[in-house]
């Protein structure tokens, strides 16, 4: 018990110092507004990233439409704040949870039928819904100020809301990932017939991870839109799905903590290459080219980077080392 | 009272009759055979009985319940588990998540008790972990349990698929060819460790496998199936010395 407590007390501390380190950053004028936006356009795709590494690196379903559902929640957060008014923090928590909850119900509806699919007519499948929801989105001028695009949204969150939902996203999903639960979606990525066989239901827990990874999208399109006030459904294309994935394969499908690095490392590697936007997707390429030359199973591949275990880990390998050493020079 | 019966379970698919037929009785605490050339449908017997396949026609009843039509998660539940031919493990996690997962019908928190960490939690996970362990050192495995199932030896991978399959708490325990691919020595042990489990866990076994000195030295009732139909039945000295069971194997 008190080895758990310690643990926690480790990641928890990590997290204060981190978000310490962001904010002495902020108020030494360090980084300016445009930077500040960066760093939260960042998270937020982190967050979506995330999303979409349950639906991928974990349960193991090829998923290309999280723009979509991602759009779905912006949209509903961004028409809910639009509609009412509350306390900020009130409606700004209650606006997260509508975008998750819609977004969830897309992925129920999506994945019910779908899940029956594989591999790549799965990819196929979330692909047509992503770019349906966009459609969906201009042809509901009335409601969703269609091609234009929906405008004046209250500014509801900034940096701090965004880091704070982002860590409890991480959070909740690495608790996740260590409950019977979590075994269960990883189990039917590894071998679905074999988790059939020792009693997994395997349709309900594909649909379950599917609907908390659609959640989660809908949460980080909720942040997008109470951040940016301003939607278009042009931002939600295939293509933006397809940036989502990239980071997901460059962190390593699985790796929850892979996905965190690639995205900032994306993220800043994009505002660097903002001059030359058509190199941007060249560069990317060849990335990627090299990434599954020599690491195809991205940066971390299926391992986390902990800050309990990592440490311990590295110390073994020392110890391997050295006795290797002792013998050889024996 | 028999733990296993099928009454003229039979599957066809298209026009092809894999299964026809096929009626056996399992008593409690039974280790039986199930021997037949390549493609007589053993496997396809298995796939019916776990769930995986839908018979076209005839019921299956374990401890008198009917299962067909049942998915095979609910049939686990009713105290089946088996192992695969080609083995299956889940190759990226350790072996010990591999027996974990197992027990997963066992446990009844719900995902908000499991985000929370609540004592529940801690309770059923720290039980799991315990019972996982035992069964691991059971089978002389408890020093690979944090090593990758993939890297495994052959021999281990099998024992881990009996292991996890037992994890699931079965009446009857289906092995589709445990000795595939091992040698001599290995089947010896593997004979050793079928007898054990069956005396161990009290569990009922049913196995399919070509090895012949395996087969004949621990079954104590073997079924014969070619072409999907039981050809003969009996006792290991009786299907030695049958007619129809060494033309269906050397031909005629």
């Known amino acids: ?330 | 009272m028999s733990l296993l019966e099928t009454k003229n379970l039979g599957i066809a698919f298209g026009g092809l009759r894999a299964v026809d037929n096929f009626s056996i009785n399992i008593k409690e605490g039974e280790l039986l055979g199930l021997i037949g050339p390549n493609g007589a449908g053993k496997t396809t017997i298995f796939n019916m009985l776990t769930g995986v396949y839908l018979p076209t026609e005839g019921s299956i009843y374990i401890d008198g319940k009917k299962i067909n039509g049942k998915k095979p998660f609910q049939i686990v539940k009713m105290g089946i588990g088996r192992t695969f031919q080609n083995i299956r493990l889940f190759a990226n996690l350790t072996v010990i998540e591999n027996v974990k997962i197992a027990f997963h019908k066992d446990m009844t928190y719900n995902t908000f008790t499991g985000i929370f960490r609540l004592p529940k939690y801690w309770k059923e996970e720290d039980e799991i972990t315990t019972k996982a362990l035992e069964l691991l050192s059971l089978f002389d495995m408890e020093n690979d349990a944090e090593n990758m199932a993939k890297n495994l030896p052959y021999g281990k991978q099998r024992k881990l698929e009996i292991c996890r399959a037992l994890a699931t708490n079965p009446k009857l325990l289906l092995l589709d060819e445990p000795a595939a691919g091992m040698n001599p020595q290995e089947t010896k042990e593997l004979m050793e460790t079928i007898h054990f489990i069956r005396d161990k866990f009290k569990v009922t076994v049913l196995l399919i496998e070509h090895d012949m000195n395996l087969v004949m030295g621990i079954c104590e009732r073997l079924v014969v199936i070619d072409y999907g139909m039981i050809i003969a039945k009996g006792t290991p000295d009786e299907i030695k010395s049958n007619k129809k069971v060494i033309e269906a194997y050397l031909g005629s």
């Open chain 1, 1 to 330: 018990m008190k080895k758990r407590l310690k643990d926690y007390g480790i990641n928890f501390l990590a997290v204060v110092l981190s978000y310490l380190a962001l904010r002495v950053i902020m108020y030494n004028g360090l980084i300016n507004n445009y930077v500040q936006g960066v760093v939260v356009f960042a998270m937020i795709n982190i967050i979506v990233a995330i999303s979409l590494n349950i639906a991928t690196g974990l349960l193991g379903q090829l998923a290309l439409g999280h723009a979509g559902f991602m759009a779905v929640g912006a949209y509903t957060a961004g028409l809910f704040v639009k509609a009412v008014e509350y306390p900020l923090y009130i409606e700004m928590i209650m606006a997260l949870i509508l975008a998750g909850l819609a977004a969830g119900l897309s992925g129920l509806i999506i994945g019910i039928p779908a899940l029956r699919l594989r591999g790549d007519y799965l990819g196929i499948v979330t692909l047509g819904f992503g770019e349906m929801i966009r459609y969906t989105i201009i042809n509901l001028g009335d409601i969703t100020g269609g091609a234009s695009g929906l405008k004046r949204i209250p500014k509801m969150v900034g940096l701090n809301e965004v880091f704070i939902v982002l860590v409890i996203v991480i959070t909740f999903v690495f608790l996740f990932i260590k409950s019977r639960h979590g075994r269960a979606i990883i189990s039917i990525r590894e071998n679905e017939i074999a988790a059939e066989s020792i009693g997994i239901p395997t349709t309900f827990y594909k649909v379950y991870g599917f609907f908390i990874s659609a959640f989660i999208a809908g949460v980080g399109g909720g942040l997008f839109a109470m951040y940016q006030r301003y939607l278009t459904p042009e931002k939600f294309r295939f293509m933006f799905s397809v940036e989502l994935f990239i980071i997901v394969v460059f962190g390593g499908m699985g790796s929850i903590t892979g996905t965190i690095f690639a995205g900032v490392f994306l993220a800043f590697l994009t505002e660097k290459l903002y001059e030359y936007d058509e190199v941007r997707l060249i560069i990317y390429a060849i990335m990627l080219i090299l990434l599954m030359i020599f690491k195809s199973d991205g940066l971390l591949g299926r391992h986390e980077f902990s800050l309990v275990q990592t440490p311990r880990r590295i110390k073994n390998l020392f110890n391997k080392i050295k006795d290797r050493f002792k013998k050889g020079v024996a």
